[in-house]
């Protein structure tokens, strides 16, 4: 979780609280060569880690959750973020203006909306502990989305907003009625918010990756975000079945865990995330087809990688954005081998 922005200001300095990397100078020519319209990030970017990737090694680590955004948005790959602070509790439009400010103009955020609006039940975790069992009112409540989650992140992102994300936990199929019903609230919902903003909605059940749910965002101008997590399809089965709802839109993916792994077991295994453990090649190959398909319809595509995808986000960013670079170059044999790009010196 990104940390709030607040506390006591400090004094003036010249020297930036959090610097950047002194990055190489690959990575500008790498991004020089991706499509214009794609806008790769990370989910979160506060990783003590990440010293010497992306923050000079010397970054003090205290201060990276609310400094680090703009060391963080001079990497050339970086053009995007996943705000995640958002989904455990909504914050003000003046907190996301501080966002903004901190990067430059063609950023793009990817914002989770708070959890209530996407948890048809309350569960006995850390957050609502004495409100297990009980029916959320805030669920699929328009009303609710667009005071304390819309509308803040319209007016406090303003040209600088990407997707709002509506990410459903793994959900009892039964308690929200069953797939069909399911959507139809989905879709009513979608369709009482405001018009404007992209939304996008991501699953954790594939009971509810269904032909209705599809039909719900396509019918609404929602879109599905194409998540890497082992609860839902591979990946490119969700482009083939739910490629409708970005084509005229944008592609939103989410490259949130290694497939052979659990969020608990990754953290431990790829803990301090400053480099790959276990290479996704397929998923790699998978998602930068996505981009160069997206991108030859001029379409934006918005991709956001955790550290529990590979082992390190910016380092799979790298990786990812070699091999889109070779697909657009016609040299896919070289881009499924993982090889670099061969660069300048």
């Not at 297990?132 to 989305?145: C, H, I, K, M």
């Amino acid at each position: 979780m990104q940390l709030d922005l607040f506390g006591a200001p400090e004094e003036p300095t010249s020297k930036p609280a959090v610097a950047p990397v002194d990055f190489a100078p690959r990575l500008a020519e790498i991004a020089n060569r991706l499509p214009a319209q794609v806008y790769f990030g990370t989910s979160s970017w506060a990783f003590e880690g990440w010293r010497g990737l992306v923050f000079a090694p010397d970054a003090p680590k205290t201060k990276l959750s609310r400094y680090g955004l703009a060391a963080y948005a001079q990497h050339p790959l970086f053009r995007s973020v996943g705000l995640d602070r958002t989904y455990y509790a909504p914050i003000a439009a003046s907190d996301f203006a501080a966002y903004g400010d901190m990067v430059p103009d063609d950023f793009r955020f990817l914002v989770k909306a708070h959890e209530l609006c996407t948890l048809p039940v309350f569960r006995g975790n850390g957050r609502y502990p004495q409100r297990q069992g009980e029916v959320n009112a805030a669920f699929l409540d328009p009303s609710y989305t667009h005071d304390q989650v819309v509308a803040p992140f319209v007016e406090g992102l303003q040209g600088k907003v990407g997707p709002l994300l509506f990410q459903f936990p793994p959900l009892s199929v039964a308690a929200v009625g069953g797939p069909q019903r399911f959507a139809e609230r989905l879709h009513a919902f979608l369709d009482a918010l405001p018009l404007g903003p992209l939304y996008a909605v991501e699953l954790r059940n594939r009971d509810l990756f269904t032909s209705a749910y599809i039909d719900a965002l396509v019918a609404t101008d929602t879109v599905h975000c194409f998540n890497v997590h082992p609860t839902m399809p591979p990946i490119h089965q969700q482009f083939q079945a739910a490629r409708a709802t970005c084509t005229a839109r944008t592609l939103v993916v989410r490259w949130m865990l290694h497939p052979h792994q659990r969020y608990a077991g990754a953290k431990r295994r790829y803990e301090p995330f400053d480099r790959l453990i276990d290479e996704d090649l397929d998923n790699r190959q998978a998602i930068a087809r996505m981009c160069l398909e997206t991108a030859a319809s001029h379409q934006p595509a918005v991709i956001i990688v955790n550290n529990k995808a590979e082992g390190s986000s910016p380092l799979t960013i790298q990786k990812l954005a070699e091999a889109l670079v070779l697909m657009q170059e016609g040299r896919p044999d070289d881009a499924s081998a993982a090889t670099h790009i061969p660069l300048s010196s």
